[in-house]
């Protein structure tokens, strides 16, 4: 379990890579090829059960949550702000790819309170969040279908923007009989931007998607809502 800290002299970078560090977390640096946009990225990695709490109202982090198959994270409080995800080549898609602007799950589980997540980017899916589940250990006799979960509750999700799909959150699975279960109550989706499902997209897959006592309003394709 980890907190912010009160604000000090450090720059917002240094004050949020500190709240990372110190909860043992593995900062992903990366470099990638012809990168276009990238922000600092914590990786919770499989097995671990993380918490990032802001200690008052909502506390900047600036940077990144990839969170691997069978690991847990909950965060509360905390804004995402103008967090943008890596853009990647892909062997099987002729150009690049960048999924979660401020949080990636791949299998596992997250859960969302109480936070704001405004002007995040990515160039494929999931301005804001990304959730897709894939096979655990593939190609081997131990592989399984993975399963991805995300629980949002009282958070707000403001002008986010993605070149496709998802303008604030994009979901799919990746293998025949993975899973994913998405829960979103007591929202709000305002003025996000994707070229299809300007709030919530779900993409190809076994998915179960539930919103529930949230608003969603001027949410749009990209070009037709004016700033």
């Known amino acids: 379990?980890?907190?912010?800290?009160?604000?000090?002299?450090?720059?917002?970078?240094?004050?949020?890579?500190d709240l990372v560090s110190s909860a043992g977390l593995t900062e992903d640096t990366t470099p990638l090829p012809g990168l276009v946009h990238q922000s600092p990225a914590a990786v919770i990695v499989a097995?671990?059960?993380?918490?990032?709490?802001?200690?008052?109202?909502?506390?900047?982090?600036?940077?990144?949550f990839n969170v691997q198959a069978?690991?847990?994270?909950?965060?509360?409080?905390i804004d995402f702000d103008s967090l943008g995800a890596p853009h990647v080549a892909s062997a099987s898609y002729t150009g690049w790819r960048a999924y979660g602007?401020?949080?990636?799950?791949?299998?596992?589980?997250?859960?969302?309170?109480?936070?704001?997540?405004?002007?995040?980017?990515?160039?494929?899916?999931?301005?804001?969040?990304y959730v897709t589940a894939t096979a655990?250990?593939?190609?081997?006799?131990?592989?399984?279908a993975g399963s991805a979960e995300l629980?949002?509750?009282?958070?707000?999700?403001?002008?986010?923007?993605?070149?496709?799909?998802?303008?604030?959150v994009y979901v799919e699975t990746l293998c025949e009989h993975c899973t994913a279960a998405v829960t979103?109550?007591?929202?709000?989706?305002?003025?996000?931007?994707?070229?299809?499902?300007?709030?919530?997209?779900?993409?190809?897959?076994?998915?179960?998607?539930?919103?529930e006592d949230s608003n969603l309003y001027e949410n749009g394709l990209?070009?037709?809502l004016s700033d």
Not at 1 to 17: C, G, H, K, L, M
Not at 136 to 144: E, F, G, I, Q, S
Not at 186 to 210: D, H, P
């Open 184 to 211: 979103i109550s007591r929202s709000e989706f305002q003025r996000n931007r994707a070229a299809y499902g300007g709030a919530v997209a779900c993409g190809r897959g076994k998915i179960e998607l539930t919103i």
């Open 101 to 129: 602007g401020a949080i990636a799950i791949d299998s596992a589980k997250v859960t969302v309170h109480h936070c704001l997540f405004q002007s995040n980017h990515a160039l494929t899916g999931g301005a804001a969040i």
């Open 70 to 77: 069978q690991a847990e994270l909950t965060v509360r409080h």
């Open 1 to 17: 379990f980890y907190v912010a800290r009160p604000a000090s002299s450090r720059s917002p970078e240094e004050q949020a890579w």
């Open 222 to 224: 990209r070009g037709d």
């Open 136 to 144: 655990l250990a593939p190609n081997t006799a131990d592989m399984v």
């Open 47 to 64: 097995g671990e059960q993380r918490v990032v709490q802001g200690v008052s109202a909502l506390t900047t982090l600036i940077g990144r």
């Open 151 to 168: 629980a949002v509750s009282d958070s707000q999700f403001i002008q986010n923007n993605v070149d496709v799909a998802g303008g604030a």
